[in-house]
């Protein structure tokens, strides 16, 4: 029974790999990935230069060596205009590969902001965001590494030198331009008090997705909105809540949670320890069929823990996502984990009201 239901999840996955044109990639720690979430984001920090790095690796408990597996890393800066403005340049390379068809993905873009202040002080006040970015990735498969229906034996056998029925597939991998917009509002009241809200329009282009030439399937555009912040509520103590609402195509994603923020240094440094919990819900999409409508569904896909720690320039984070979804008897509860750096570069002087700490 166990291998049976193993078998089952390796299904699911692999039919799952060959849909996934129609989704993106996702963290779990958004927060700490803000270049992906939204181009608006750009530039908006504390210092004058960002580096941060991201990977996630998920159903290794089922695929082992052939689990999803997905890597970010970007760049940022804010340019002062003049003296409460700026603007904000960026690029961004990800890749991701899931399954044993080693179903993978590249992107490489480059974004731009512009961050205008709307009123406040010199260490309080709010700012509207405006950003966006454009690129270049590639789709590639291993079509020698995928099974098909039609090279089962008939007797519980799999033969691969059975020949298929997918011919219709005549290229292995292929190149499309890529744009996206966001927009962002934020206000400020010290280092570790702030408030934000923002949303994004990814796939502007719709560019087409077929691994056939004679196909033209075209790409989801994605809806993002986000919001959190942080609040000291002692002088050591702070909740930082935050949620992502994701819509592309039939697909719906939510992650929703806070942590809890403790300060652990003093005034010549900054330290700071957080641990938090945080939900992940999806939906279950079932098209219509003959004399049937269309079902849609809403179901728990993850419970994650994460933390995290800064200390003065420097934050690292890790996650944890326990499957609570129907697949859960087959990967054991085990779903993905996560890991995320963030590194800043500062002047000595600092310019302008502070930002929220992504």
Not at 63 to 84: C, E, H, W
Not at 131 to 154: C, K, M, P, V
Not at 308 to 315: A, G, I, L, V
Request: charged share 15%.
């Amino acid at each position: 029974m166990k291998n049976l239901k193993n078998l089952l999840a390796v299904c699911f996955l692999f039919l799952m790999t060959l849909s996934l044109h129609a989704q993106d990639i996702h963290f779990s720690q958004f927060y700490l990935s803000p270049l992906n979430l939204n181009p608006a984001m750009t530039g908006v920090m504390n210092c004058n230069i960002r580096l941060v790095s991201n990977y996630r690796n998920q159903w290794g408990s089922i695929l082992r060596s052939n689990a999803f597996s997905t890597y970010s890393v970007s760049y940022d800066q804010k340019i002062p205009v003049g003296r409460y403005d700026y603007f904000g340049v960026g690029g961004t390379f990800w890749g991701d590969r899931a399954g044993e068809s080693n179903f993978a993905t590249l992107t490489g873009k480059i974004s731009g902001s512009y961050s205008k202040r709307m009123g406040g002080t010199r260490k309080f006040g709010n700012y509207l965001v405006v950003g966006a970015e454009a690129g270049l990735a590639q789709r590639s498969i291993d079509f020698l590494n995928l099974r098909w229906g039609t090279q089962h034996d008939g007797e519980g056998g799999f033969d691969p030198n059975l020949p298929t029925q997918e011919t219709r597939f005549d290229r292995d991998n292929f190149l499309f331009a890529d744009v996206a917009a966001g927009l962002l509002w934020f206000m400020v009241k010290d280092e570790n008090t702030n408030f934000y809200i923002g949303g994004s329009f990814h796939h502007l282009n719709r560019a087409d997705q077929s691994f056939s030439s004679q196909d033209n399937d075209l790409l989801y555009s994605r809806v993002t909105g986000h919001i959190g912040g942080e609040f000291l509520v002692g002088d050591k103590f702070g909740l930082v809540p935050g949620a992502i609402v994701m819509k592309q195509g039939p697909s719906l994603e939510v992650n929703a949670g806070t942590s809890l923020k403790f300060l652990l240094g003093n005034r010549l440094e900054y330290q700071a320890f957080q641990i938090g919990l945080w939900g992940r819900l999806g939906n279950k999409f079932v098209p219509a069929g003959e004399g049937t409508s269309e079902k849609v569904s809403i179901l728990g896909d993850a419970a994650i823990i994460s933390t995290r720690f800064d200390y003065n320039n420097f934050s690292l984070g890790f996650s944890y996502d326990i499957n609570i979804s129907p697949l859960k008897a087959a990967s054991n509860s085990n779903g993905g984990f996560e890991f995320a750096m963030v590194y800043k570069i500062c002047n000595q002087a600092r310019r302008g009201v502070y930002c929220p700490n992504f």
